[in-house]
């Protein structure tokens, strides 16, 4: 009998095929295991689906998995401004991850007080850009700031000239307070400058043409409001007649006021000519 004789009778053999047979056996067995270990675990540890706890109150999420013997630990604490204190906002393992009975949940929790910040942590904010410190506030502190006052100041408009916290003024021209705490999500009530407002003399502008009152009301940061005689051939030539409110010495008028004046074609009779005050003085 030749080998590939014997070799087929071997294979054909009772004994080989139910060899073969317990070998297909255990590796099927043993796959079968070992998917069904990864997919469950015995009963002291089956897996289960992570729930989503997210949103829920720290005392509402102890009886969720309360059945499953979950342990929560609370890992971190953060104060969010607008959300009550005691809320689930992140969790670990995740929500839809499979885990064991009884594993830790590690959980960030919000606070109930807000954190406070040294007013000495805040920028500069005396002199500055209401517009650019108020954004820094928001973005770097989450603390807010609001508009309460305008007030007159010769410098550029809507800049700092105060900082009121909780009705008592933090930052003024004169001082800086370094320790003040201002909570998280608070609001610094601000004065701002601008550009009208201050307390002038009341210029005089009778006898002057209208280009010259024009030019002065300018320096001056005042409007007119010109009222033109049907005489009048070009407004700019034209002369101040007469004003509201009359000329007087110690009379006032407020930046940005409008002041009226009436033009003339001719120089009002009583205007002294400047050539002839030259003239006298000579």
Avoid at 25 to 50: Q, S
Avoid at 107 to 129: F, H, M, N, Q, W
Avoid at 195 to 217: H, I, Q, W
Wanted: glycine fraction near 8%; include cysteine.
């Amino acid at each position: 009998m030749s080998k590939n004789q014997n070799w087929m009778s071997f294979f054909k053999s009772v004994y080989f095929l139910k060899n073969l047979g317990i070998l297909i056996g255990i590796v099927f067995g043993f796959l079968f295991l070992v998917n069904f270990g990864l997919k469950t675990f015995t009963n002291h540890g089956e897996a289960i689906e992570m729930p989503d706890l997210n949103g829920e109150f720290l005392e509402t999420a102890t009886d969720l998995v309360k059945k499953h013997k979950f342990k929560l630990t609370k890992a971190d604490s953060v104060f969010i401004v607008g959300k009550p204190g005691g809320l689930i906002i992140n969790q670990n393992p995740k929500p839809g991850s499979k885990v064991k009975s009884g594993r830790t949940i590690y959980l960030t929790v919000t606070k109930e007080k807000a954190d406070e910040i040294p007013s000495s942590r805040l920028p500069v904010l005396y002199g500055k850009s209401y517009d650019r410190k108020s954004r820094e506030l928001k973005n770097g502190f989450e603390i807010f700031s609001r508009i309460v006052d305008e007030k007159y100041d010769p410098g550029p408009e809507n800049y700092i000239l105060a900082v009121i916290y909780e009705g008592d003024t933090i930052v003024s021209a004169n001082e800086r307070k370094m320790d003040v705490l201002i909570e998280k999500g608070g609001q610094l009530d601000m004065i701002v400058s601008k550009s009208t407002g201050g307390r002038l003399d009341l210029p005089n502008m009778v006898c002057k043409t209208y280009s010259e009152a024009v030019f002065l009301a300018r320096t001056l940061n005042i409007f007119l409001d010109a009222e033109v005689d049907d005489a009048v051939t070009d407004k700019y030539d034209a002369y101040v007649s007469r004003q509201q409110p009359s000329f007087s010495p110690d009379q006032k008028i407020l930046m940005g006021d409008t002041l009226k004046v009436f033009l003339a074609e001719e120089k009002p009779f009583h205007c002294v000519d400047d050539d002839s005050v030259f003239e006298e003085e000579q």
